[in-house]
Every structure is written in C-alpha cells, then in structure tokens.
C-alpha cells in the first residue's frame, strides 16, 4: 500500500485497513469489501506491478451501448470501453465480478460513472412533496440504487489505490451527492459544472434551464464534451 494512498487520500479514522488485502475499505462499504476479495483471490493484489499498469485510456461505467463519451474517446484515438447494462447488471453479484475482471484486464486511466439519477433528481424531490404514494416510490428506488452508490465508491477506491482518476456524474441539484455513501468521493473531488441548456433545450421545476455537475478525482484535470 502505497503512503500517498493511505495517509493523504483517506481519512483513517473513517476507514478500516482489512490486512489481508490491500485496498483501505470503508468498514460498511460491503460492495467495496466484496470488490477487494474478489481481486485478491484472483491474485490481483499480490502483484504490485500491475496496480502501476495503463492499459486503457478510459472506461465508462452507467452509460449506452452508443454513448458519447466513448465514442468521442475512440475518435480521438484514445483507448475506451464501455461496461453497460448488456455487460452484466451491477444491481446483481454476478454483473459486479464481470465489472471487476474487466478492471482487472483493461487497467483504466479513467473510470466515469453516471449512475442513473431518476429517484434523485430535482422532478423527484418536488413529487415526493405531492402526494405520499409518490413519496413512498421513490424511496423505495432510492434504497434500490443504494448498491450503485457504493459500487461508485468502490470504483473510487479502485482508482484512488491505483493513484489514476475517477470521475462521478450527476445532474446539478442531485441528492445522491448528499448521501453517506458517497462522502468519501466528494471529500476528495473537484467539481466542474458544464451548462447543457443550449445542447438539451432542458428545464426544470426551480429553474430555467439545465446544468450538469460533474465530479472528478481532486488535482486531476477533466476533459469536458457538450
């Protein structure tokens, strides 16, 4: 374990040194506990040579088999992948260890996360105020999505013991970024806005217009595409 890893990145306090794998895990972060055992009984964490390897430029995690990003990514010449819903569902044990294995093959520079935002965004926040049944359901989605959130965090972990980036997106006004899950990446993140108004023509209740709000791994410099 590298001392940039441990002592600058994390708080120790928060966080639980398992000994008998490398990553530093947050003690209630069970996906990211699963994530670490995984990689060490494939004999991933025995070898330090690898954790240092590039093998890809970026890969996108939450996204269309068609998405922009990586595609981009491609057309620049740039090494990308994706790991979309036909990939494996990360919802489920079995759409993780698939996640996991392509970490360990495609070893990428960048990891991007846009977890879907429905039961978080700003139209949501105003119909839980409208009626109960309506609040009863997307709490329920909330509780569902917890899993994404701590995989985003695992996936945070993944890159941050790695010393590469991670970058989280969410739309402006999200509550996912509020929860517990995911303090240990906002503590640690630089956020850059880009304005989607002129690209999306897209409004919400509060506002006129629209904008994304973008996370990245602190001290790293984020390439931004309308």
Request: net charge negative; charged share 30%; proline share 2%.
């Amino acid at each position: 374990m590298s001392k940039y890893h441990h002592q600058d990145v994390f708080d120790v306090g928060e966080y639980v040194d398992k000994g008998e794998f490398i990553g530093i895990t947050r003690e209630d972060n069970w996906v990211a506990q699963e994530m670490w055992k995984y990689m060490e009984a494939k004999g991933f964490l025995h070898n330090d040579h690898w954790n240092t390897k590039i093998k890809t430029d970026l890969l996108e995690v939450y996204c269309s088999e068609d998405s922009a990003l990586t595609k981009t990514a491609m057309q620049l010449g740039l090494k990308a992948a994706r790991h979309g819903l036909r990939d494996g569902d990360l919802a489920l044990t079995e759409g993780r260890y698939r996640l996991y294995d392509r970490l360990m093959v495609l070893l990428p520079r960048h990891i991007w996360m846009s977890p879907k935002c429905r039961a978080w965004c700003r139209w949501n926040v105003f119909n839980m105020d409208r009626n109960p049944e309506t609040a009863k359901r997307v709490m329920k989605a909330r509780i569902d999505d917890q899993v994404h959130l701590l995989l985003c965090d695992a996936l945070y972990q993944f890159q941050e013991w790695r010393q590469c980036h991670a970058h989280l997106e969410q739309p402006e006004g999200s509550e996912m970024l509020r929860q517990e899950e995911l303090t240990g990446i906002l503590s640690q993140t630089l956020c850059s806005k880009c304005d989607m108004c002129v690209a999306g023509q897209l409004t919400n209740p509060e506002v006129k217009g629209f904008a994304r709000e973008l996370k990245s791994s602190q001290h790293h410099r984020l390439l931004l595409i309308d």
